[in-house]
């Protein structure tokens, strides 16, 4: 066995193992975060929540355990992601912060405020004949 060849490679496989073992090779091949998202008060996974880049088209939700892949590839670690589902309240951090940040993601319930809603019946039966056949189908509604 020639021993230039290995010559050449221990430091190689050095610096390899130094990126390796300060998790710079996880930082540099970071093409998809993923995380968890759960309710802050229970703990409890939350499902279908968004999870965005706001004006990107990039996206994807959590799945029925929480889980999500979002893919970051080419994005600046400046860019924002939104975490978002209704009842609860938005959260956004840049993307450097959600790497470097512990999993899960909290989200806090947001109870949301409706307008009242007031049903009006324009056309009221006073009333009505029902014709039914023999056989007990319904024929016809007459009203007046």
């Known amino acids: ?3 230039a060849p290995l010559r050449l490679r221990l430091p190689l496989l050095l610096l390899l193992a130094a990126l390796h073992f ?3 090779s996880s930082l540099l091949s970071a093409q998809e975060i993923r995380g968890h998202v759960v309710d802050a008060e229970t703990g409890l996974p939350l499902e279908f929540v968004n999870i965005g880049v ?3 088209p990039r996206g994807t939700i959590s799945d029925v355990e ?3 892949v979002l893919n970051v590839e080419g994005l600046d670690p400046r860019n924002r992601i939104r975490f978002s589902l209704i009842g609860y309240a938005a959260r956004e951090f840049t993307l450097a912060e959600l790497m470097n940040q ?3 993601v909290r989200m806090e ?3 949301m405020q409706l307008r009242e809603v007031e ?3 324009q056309n009221q039966i006073c009333r009505a004949d029902i014709v039914k056949s023999r056989a007990g189908h319904l024929l016809a509604i007459s009203s007046l």
């Open 102 to 104: 512990p999993c899960p």
């Open 109 to 111: 319930r947001k109870p």
């Open 22 to 24: 300060t998790g710079a």
């Open 1 to 3: 066995m020639n021993p």
């Open 54 to 56: 706001p004006g990107l």
């Open 119 to 121: 049903e009006v019946y």
């Open 66 to 68: 929480g889980t999500f």
